[in-house]
């Protein structure tokens, strides 16, 4: 049983040429038929082919439960972590798996040995799992955090300005700012970060770059990581990769890995300073994330397979993040266009180099006659009936004084699919311009 | 009134519900557990309504349908529902606790040498990271009841005497995993409690193994796990925390969405539910098994007759089977007069192996005659049985090395019966007949002759050989081979059990890259071998009679041991 086997295996056999769209969810995925998919960001979703090879490790770990766990499984993360590498830029001794990208930034967090005046950067648009454990970690730690507030639309040059400035006040209270941590893309709003840049700059104040690229592999293209050179990157792969959840990877470059001294929990692999000392430096960072507690790692060993079917069925990685980055762009000013308002973009567009696009709906508190504190309420109100009553869900917020969608592009995704979410939109706002939203009672 | 089981335990009870492979004999349930095929299937519809529509399942429903589950587990173990949260493992529950503890200079944490091997890695964390002392308490088991009872009191009383100490935390487990071996948890709790220690109580062998009653048991911290004995498919256990205690834990490991800062930066919600909320969604991750809880229950009662039903065939079939391999293999028992030890799915037999002392050692020209092990292999000895045991006649011996010797620990279960004690016993003892053929060395295969020939003892003579080694998995081979760093590179192969071994053909040249790593510069020739299906029907076929003459014995220098998991 090998990721090759599958190839023209499955329901799925044969059709490299099927094309995106419709045509492409209804072959291989799973979707009740009257759910329309618009959030790929949140949860992700694979194909058929992926669930088969999954379900057939899973039956191995239940036939042979031991000599699978114990034998099988490592020589397959091997396998699987050789194949993500190339992805990354990176070598296969630099990329170890774990559930999600929350536990890999606790991970790398949690390792850290932070000394008083020492003091984490972040932005204000950090992933909320993120902050709160900076939070956590300033509650036990001697280290501080400082957020730069950042609010869109900005331009590249504006992000790098507002960080390098920030590490310059912090150096001049007297602090040192000794981790920086950032997004590749950010959740909400969906946007592209000049991760590259910040990284760079970060090598030139002598801070570490932590990049939370969640939404990173088989979303943007980073074979080019391993040169931009962060000191930590972490990314999910059952987000944009087609992997089931969950599946994180990651990266340490080897230069780093010395900082690594304990997964979360702390488990098997885990040595005393004194101990690893004895051992050969590359031994202990790969060898610790190869068991670290219980659970169900299959989606770990199923990333060779979704890489095949993304390039057996799909074209390949490349043909798949441009589809998806099109079909945002497209179906975003479409929504746009239907619904009267506008997406959200910056001058030069660098933000909307991914597959998100951010619209704002039509409405406004003054059309609400609704005060900025009930702006959070409102949008979670039309938020939560997105699922509830339109078989679909679509992230609404309450950013900048609007209210945003944010709409994930995909390859099971058309032009009508984005038609079909701006006439929901349209049809939400009318309801709540009706009034409906004040007659829910709980804030909740 | 629970009804008998309609099928059968033991082997009709395996084929009608369970998915083994029908060439794996499955002896070692205290493991990794395994569910019925009825809960696999409860679980695939699970999955398959996540992916008909992932956001509303995972985003708006789950937590709701996580507290059914929670509060069916919690009836069981008899605590209320806002006490008990589920995380992955045993090892992840207990390490939240750890890492969650307000730990203050001059704290203690106790525990015995047999604390699991995580767990204590977690302590070996808190002491580099936190200044912790832990205090293990070094006693070789087995230990009556009472002596375990006054030995952890005595202690802890020893230590809060020195000024400035004080045992903060207690670990006991409700069964050893390895010996296993129950241990008089409820008499330790009250004990410990009464000297002032907290007590985290490691029940990862304890729901559906043996009786717990939290609210007669009280301690501080518990987990256990469900996917252990429980039929839950893993990872999942259940982690109970006392309200009186749930300040102390500030956050879950990972620290997540449900972590509530002491100074809010916004307006939060009341705090009613925080100690739930905080377990509810720690990270994306397939937490579907969690809702396979009902599905569990159901098979236990419907197909099984119920919980006393269970654990009276699982106790029984574990004497049997313990009896049985005793019988066989010619040795004896863990027990120990005045100890409940054996009163759970687990026992321990002594494997026919023996140590070599040191003097023998020394007396060569007998040593090689004796049967015995000699020191330098030993460790080696318990995982090349594992592994062995797996890849030839896919049963795994989950054995150890304990204090010089070695045990072999079985679990009983709803789905073995003696005939498959039997056939393990057997199939042990030849394994460990091969442990003492003399003239244990590494042997060198030539393909044009087709002989094996004994190579010169000692890793500095070892030079430009090729090695052939069918069915040992790259991962164990390079993780044991202990040779010479010089003379040896590996390259792992990737495939299910299969390995590739790679040796450099010029001894002069220094490798320039570690064990493990392609050295592009020093290959010699690739040897392919047996991919691990072929492993399989050599086993289907009874292959691993332990006579072949053309199987090399295979022992080698260790500096230490592997995991030895349980």
Redesign the interface.
């Given at each position: 049983m090998h990721p090759a086997d599958f190839e023209t295996a499955g329901t799925g056999g044969g059709d490299a040429n099927s094309s995106f769209g419709h045509a492409m969810r209804n072959k291989h995925f799973f979707f009740a038929p009257s759910y329309r998919p618009l959030n790929h960001g949140s949860f992700g979703v694979f194909p058929r082919m992926v669930q088969e090879y999954q379900q057939r490790l899973q039956l191995e770990s239940e036939a042979r439960p031991d000599t699978f766990i114990r034998y099988t499984y490592p020589a397959l993360l091997k396998e699987a972590r050789a194949s993500i590498a190339p992805l990354l830029g990176a070598s296969t001794d630099e990329v170890v798996f774990v559930q999600n990208a929350t536990s890999g930034v606790n991970t790398v967090l949690g390792n850290l040995i932070f000394k008083p005046g020492d003091v984490i950067l972040h932005f204000s648009t950090i992933y909320g799992a993120c902050l709160k454990t900076i939070q956590y970690l300033g509650s036990n730690n001697p280290v501080e955090s400082y957020q730069i507030d950042i609010e869109y639309p900005m331009e590249d040059e504006e992000i790098v300005q507002v960080f390098l400035d920030s590490a310059q006040r912090v150096r001049s209270q007297g602090k040192t700012p000794v981790v920086a941590m950032f997004d590749s893309v950010l959740t909400f709003p969906g946007a592209r970060f000049p991760w590259e840049k910040l990284v760079d700059i970060c090598r030139k104040l002598g801070v570490m770059s932590l990049v939370d690229g969640a939404h990173g592999i088989g979303h943007i293209d980073l074979t080019h990581l391993g040169r931009v050179g962060p000191d930590f990157f972490i990314s999910n792969c059952y987000k944009w990769l087609m992997v089931p959840r969950g599946c994180a990877v990651i990266y340490v470059p080897f230069r780093n890995q010395h900082l690594i001294q304990t997964t979360c929990p702390t488990s098997w692999g885990f040595q005393t300073t004194i101990d690893r000392a004895k051992l050969n430096k590359s031994e202990y960072f790969v060898k610790l994330f190869e068991k670290i507690s219980t659970t169900d790692n299959t989606p770990y060993l199923c990333v060779p397979i979704a890489l095949q079917f993304r390039k057996s069925h799909c074209g390949g990685e490349s043909t798949v993040m441009s589809y998806c980055t099109k079909i945002a762009k497209d179906g975003g000013r479409k929504m746009a266009e239907i619904m009267g308002t506008e997406t959200l973009t910056n001058v030069t567009g660098s933000l909307q180099q991914c597959c998100f696009v951010n619209v704002r709906l039509p409405v406004t508190l003054a059309d609400l006659d609704a005060p900025d504190s009930k702006g959070l309420h409102i949008a979670k109100w039309m938020q939560e009936k997105t699922p509830a009553e339109y078989e679909t869900y679509i992230p609404i917020k309450f950013y900048k004084g609007g209210f945003w969608c944010r709409i994930s592009g995909q390859i099971y995704l058309t032009i009508d699919d984005f038609e079909w979410a701006a006439e929901t939109l349209m049809d939400l706002c009318k309801r709540v311009k009706g009034g409906e939203w004040k007659t829910v009672s709980n804030m909740g | 009134m629970p009804q008998p089981p309609q099928v059968p335990f033991g082997a009709p009870m395996r084929h009608a519900h369970?998915?083994?492979?029908p060439s794996?004999l499955?002896l070692?349930h205290g493991?990794?557990?395994?569910?019925p095929v009825s809960v696999?299937a409860a679980h695939?519809a699970l999955r398959?309504e996540v992916?008909?529509?992932?956001?509303?399942f995972?985003?708006?429903h789950f937590a709701s349908r996580l507290a059914k589950s929670r509060a069916a587990v919690a009836g069981l173990l008899r605590c209320s529902s806002d006490e008990l949260v589920f995380v992955?493992?045993?090892?992840?529950g207990?390490?939240?606790v750890?890492?969650n503890l307000d730990w203050k200079p001059g704290d203690v944490v106790l525990c015995y040498e047999l604390v699991y091997?995580?767990v204590a890695?977690?302590l070996?964390?808190l002491?580099?990271a936190r200044g912790v002392e832990p205090h293990v308490i070094f006693r070789e088991w087995p230990i009556a009841d009472d002596d375990i009872v006054k030995m952890m009191v005595d202690t802890t009383r020893q230590i809060n005497a020195q000024p400035g100490k004080r045992v903060r935390l207690a670990i006991c487990d409700t069964i050893i995993s390895g010996p296993g071996a129950r241990v008089p948890f409820e008499r330790l709790v009250p004990a410990l409690q009464a000297e002032g220690a907290m007590v985290l109580v490691d029940g990862a062998h304890g729901i559906g193994h043996v009786d717990i009653d939290l609210g007669v048991m009280k301690p501080d911290f518990f987990v256990t796990?469900l996917?252990k004995w429980f039929f839950v498919?893993?990872?999942c256990a259940a982690f109970y925390v006392p309200k009186k205690n749930q300040a102390l834990i500030?956050?879950s490991?990972?620290?997540?969405?449900?972590?509530k800062?002491?100074r809010p930066l916004f307006l939060s919600?009341p705090e009613e539910n925080a100690f739930e909320e905080l377990f509810d969604f720690?990270?994306?991750?397939?937490t579907t098994?969690y809702l396979c809880v009902e599905a569990a229950l159901r098979f236990r009662h419907d197909v099984c007759g119920g919980e006393a039903s269970i654990q009276q065939y699982c106790r029984w079939i574990t004497e049997r089977g313990a009896t049985i391999a005793a019988e066989i293999l010619g040795t004896h028992i863990m027990n120990i007069p005045g100890s409940r030890m054996r009163e759970c799915n687990f026992a321990n037999i002594r494997m026919p192996l023996e140590l070599r002392t040191e003097h023998e050692v020394n007396n060569r020209e007998t040593a090689e005659q004796d049967g015995k092990v000699d020191p330098r292999h030993a460790n080696a000895v318990s995982d090349w049985i594992?592994?062995v045991g797996?890849t030839e006649s896919?049963t795994?011996f989950?054995n150890f090395l304990y204090r010089g010797n070695w045990w072999w620990r079985i679990s009983g279960m709803i789905y073995v019966e003696e005939a498959d004690f039997r056939k393990g016993a057997h199939v042990l003892k030849q394994l460990c007949a091969r442990n003492h053929v003399p003239c244990l060395g590494r042997r060198s295969y030539d393909e044009t002759s087709d002989e094996y020939n004994d190579l010169p003892s000692g890793p500095s003579d070892i030079r430009c050989q090729d090695l052939t080694i069918p069915d040992l998995?790259?991962?164990?081979t390079q993780a044991h081979w202990g040779l010479d760093e010089t003379a040896v590179t590996f390259v792992?192969?990737?495939?299910?059990?299969a390995c590739r071994i790679k040796t450099r053909k010029c001894p002069e040249e220094k490798p320039t890259q570690?064990p493990g790593?392609l050295d592009e510069a020093h290959q010699s020739e690739t040897l392919e071998v047996e991919r691990?299906a072929k492993a399989e029907i050599h086993s289907a076929h009874g292959h691993g009679a332990g006579g072949n003459d053309e199987e090399p014995m295979w022992n080698a220098l260790t500096e230490g041991s592997e995991?030895s998991?349980f």
């Open positions: - | 369970f998915a083994f492979s794996y499955p070692n493991s990794y557990g395994t569910h696999r695939l398959a992916e008909a529509a992932p956001d509303p995972i985003a708006l992955p493992n045993a090892t992840t207990i390490d939240t750890l890492k091997g995580s890695n977690g070996s964390w002491e580099e796990n996917h498919p893993r990872g500030r956050t490991l990972p620290t997540s969405h449900g972590f800062p002491k919600t720690t990270g994306t991750s397939d098994n594992k592994h797996c896919g795994y989950q998995s790259a991962d164990y792992e192969d990737i495939s299910l059990g570690t790593s691990f995991w998991t």
